[in-house]
């Protein structure tokens, strides 16, 4: 088994004090994390869902897969939040950098997304590309009644049904939701949609390894079961406390930094393909750890692309950063830079190298320049970008998160601040049930 590894050396001089006071807390909070009995114990079933996930479910998201794969030029992966980022982020790391440019192919659609935004332009945007083509939807909602996705399903509902027809359109459609409950569980019994269950004791940024997530990746052509093979194995690699666990180490640490003044935390990448799943792992920790006044701001940077923009601040700026690398160590394919006669872009000595060789030194270069200028950094290093190790890696985060927010001393599975924006949403817009809260709001605003 190929594994991730985590190199702390260019972090730990930074708090070496704190990590080391820091060791039992670690250890308290995996140990904590693993019995299941810490705030939130009631959302612990990502926890052992790859070991536990049955192969005759994977059989049926493959075998829905390929019907829609067969039946659609465009698939349209309809949620928001974690039903949204978990998918984008592995297609992303997977596919071509290009391959939203090339039009889609028979047996091979692209996936796209909806209802992450109310944006009026997107939508009209959207629906003109899916006009008279063969589309399908997948509806991500517990409940069905959020407002992003809820408008995004509407719309492309109605498109669909106009374009193949209501009753063709219900084979298009599927519904991942709860399992009894809601909007969505009962238009789904009525249209006679195929659905899928979103756990209840799974909340929806540790959700990617569920079918919210399997489905539009196998939809992709993404091998599912390779991806939930690379997160049982971590799974089974950090169940277990102590200095070899790459999970409980990198909690450890990001925690003494915090202590040590270390209020940022950015995500660093030296791979285009690995820009969305920066995404996803900013709602994971932000979500889980941002509560009760604390918690470290998750920002992410593109390198070497934002060396040129927030490269200036990362070096001089305020010092309450640190920086996490995830590196790559072997790309898919091998590019070389050619020689030149005239050389007057005076890059010659680079000829006959890698690509990839002088990203690699960048990533160093600026390792030693970060580190210089007081930035600490913790290294992730992954051998590829497949469906293998991106399994480990998002497993990797999602346990290091739990055990990183009971450090923290916070319950790192709800997130009662996310309601706030709804409330005085739903009031602006006079919903009905909150002609209470309208009428306080319009007061509050016409002072």
Same mark, same amino acid.
């Given at each position: *088994?190929?594994?991730?590894?985590?190199?702390?050396?260019?972090?730990?001089?930074?708090?070496?004090?704190?990590?080391?006071?820091?060791?039992?807390?670690?250890?308290?909070?995996?140990?904590?994390?693993?019995?299941?009995?810490?705030?939130?114990?009631?959302?612990?079933?990502?926890?052992?869902?790859?070991?536990?996930?049955?192969?005759?479910?994977?059989?049926?998201?493959?075998?829905?897969?390929?019907?829609?794969?067969?039946?659609?030029?465009?698939?349209?992966?309809?949620?928001?939040?974690?039903?949204?980022?978990?998918?984008?982020?592995?297609?992303?790391?997977?596919?071509?950098?290009?391959?939203?440019?090339?039009?889609?192919?028979?047996?091979?659609?692209?996936?796209?997304?909806?209802?992450?935004?109310?944006?009026?332009?997107?939508?009209?945007?959207?629906?003109?590309?899916?006009?008279?083509?063969?589309?399908?939807?997948?509806?991500?909602?517990?409940?069905?009644?959020?407002?992003?996705?809820?408008?995004?399903?509407?719309?492309?509902?109605?498109?669909?049904?106009?374009?193949?027809?209501?009753?063709?359109?219900?084979?298009?459609?599927?519904?991942?939701?709860?399992?009894?409950?809601?909007?969505?569980?009962?238009?789904?019994?009525?249209?006679?949609?195929?659905?899928?269950?979103?756990?209840?004791?799974?909340?929806?940024?540790?959700?990617?390894?569920?079918?919210?997530?399997?489905?539009?990746?196998?939809?992709?052509?993404?091998?599912?079961?390779?991806?939930?093979?690379?997160?049982?194995?971590?799974?089974?690699?950090?169940?277990?406390?102590?200095?070899?666990?790459?999970?409980?180490?990198?909690?450890? *640490?990001?925690?003494?930094?915090?202590?040590?003044?270390?209020?940022?935390?950015?995500?660093?990448?030296?791979?285009?393909?690995?820009?969305?799943?920066?995404?996803?792992?900013?709602?994971?920790?932000?979500?889980?750890?941002?509560?009760?006044?604390?918690?470290?701001?998750?920002?992410?940077?593109?390198?070497?692309?934002?060396?040129?923009?927030?490269?200036?601040?990362?070096?001089?700026?305020?010092?309450?950063?640190?920086?996490?690398?995830?590196?790559?160590?072997?790309?898919?394919?091998?590019?070389?830079?050619?020689?030149?006669?005239?050389?007057?872009?005076?890059?010659?000595?680079?000829?006959?190298?890698?690509?990839?060789?002088?990203?690699?030194?960048?990533?160093?270069?600026?390792?030693?320049?970060?580190?210089?200028?007081?930035?600490?950094?913790?290294?992730?290093?992954?051998?590829?970008?497949?469906?293998?190790?991106?399994?480990?890696?998002?497993?990797?985060?999602?346990?290091?998160?739990?055990?990183?927010?009971?450090?923290?001393?916070?319950?790192?599975?709800?997130?009662?601040?996310?309601?706030?924006?709804?409330?005085?949403?739903?009031?602006?817009?006079?919903?009905?049930?909150?002609?209470?809260?309208?009428?306080?709001?319009?007061?509050?605003?016409?002072?």
């Amino acid at each position: *088994m190929k594994t991730l590894n985590l190199d702390l050396t260019h972090a730990v001089y930074f708090a070496e004090k704190q990590y080391k006071d820091l060791g039992a807390s670690a250890t308290e909070a995996l140990t904590t994390l693993v019995k299941g009995n810490g705030a939130g114990n009631d959302f612990l079933g990502w926890v052992k869902l790859p070991e536990e996930t049955p192969t005759d479910l994977l059989d049926r998201i493959n075998k829905t897969a390929a019907r829609l794969r067969d039946n659609c030029d465009y698939v349209v992966c309809v949620g928001i939040g974690g039903s949204y980022l978990g998918a984008k982020a592995v297609i992303s790391a997977l596919q071509g950098c290009f391959d939203d440019y090339y039009a889609p192919v028979a047996g091979s659609p692209k996936v796209l997304f909806a209802g992450q935004n109310i944006g009026e332009e997107y939508m009209h945007d959207l629906q003109n590309l899916l006009k008279d083509k063969r589309f399908g939807i997948i509806v991500i909602s517990k409940s069905g009644t959020t407002t992003e996705p809820a408008i995004a399903f509407r719309m492309l509902k109605e498109q669909l049904e106009a374009q193949a027809g209501k009753d063709a359109a219900k084979d298009l459609i599927v519904a991942i939701t709860d399992a009894a409950k809601g909007a969505l569980r009962t238009l789904a019994i009525q249209e006679g949609y195929e659905t899928y269950v979103i756990p209840d004791n799974v909340g929806g940024r540790f959700s990617v390894l569920t079918p919210v997530g399997l489905l539009p990746i196998a939809v992709a052509g993404h091998d599912i079961t390779k991806l939930v093979a690379g997160a049982a194995d971590m799974a089974r690699t950090v169940a277990h406390p102590g200095e070899d666990n790459p999970a409980e180490e990198y909690a450890r *640490m990001r925690n003494a930094l915090y202590q040590s003044g270390k209020k940022i935390e950015i995500l660093v990448n030296f791979n285009p393909k690995l820009h969305y799943f920066s995404e996803w792992w900013k709602q994971l920790y932000g979500e889980s750890e941002g509560k009760e006044g604390k918690g470290i701001f998750p920002a992410s940077v593109d390198l070497t692309t934002d060396l040129h923009s927030m490269g200036q601040w990362i070096q001089e700026g305020e010092r309450t950063i640190f920086e996490t690398v995830i590196s790559v160590k072997e790309p898919a394919v091998e590019k070389r830079i050619p020689s030149d006669e005239q050389n007057l872009d005076g890059i010659n000595y680079l000829a006959g190298k890698r690509v990839d060789e002088v990203n690699k030194m960048a990533e160093l270069g600026t390792l030693v320049a970060h580190t210089d200028g007081a930035v600490p950094n913790i290294r992730i290093e992954v051998h590829a970008l497949d469906e293998y190790t991106l399994g480990q890696l998002i497993y990797f985060f999602e346990f290091a998160c739990g055990v990183s927010g009971y450090m923290l001393g916070v319950n790192p599975f709800n997130q009662p601040g996310v309601e706030a924006y709804k409330k005085n949403m739903f009031a602006l817009l006079e919903k009905p049930g909150y002609e209470k809260e309208t009428e306080a709001i319009k007061a509050r605003l016409a002072k």
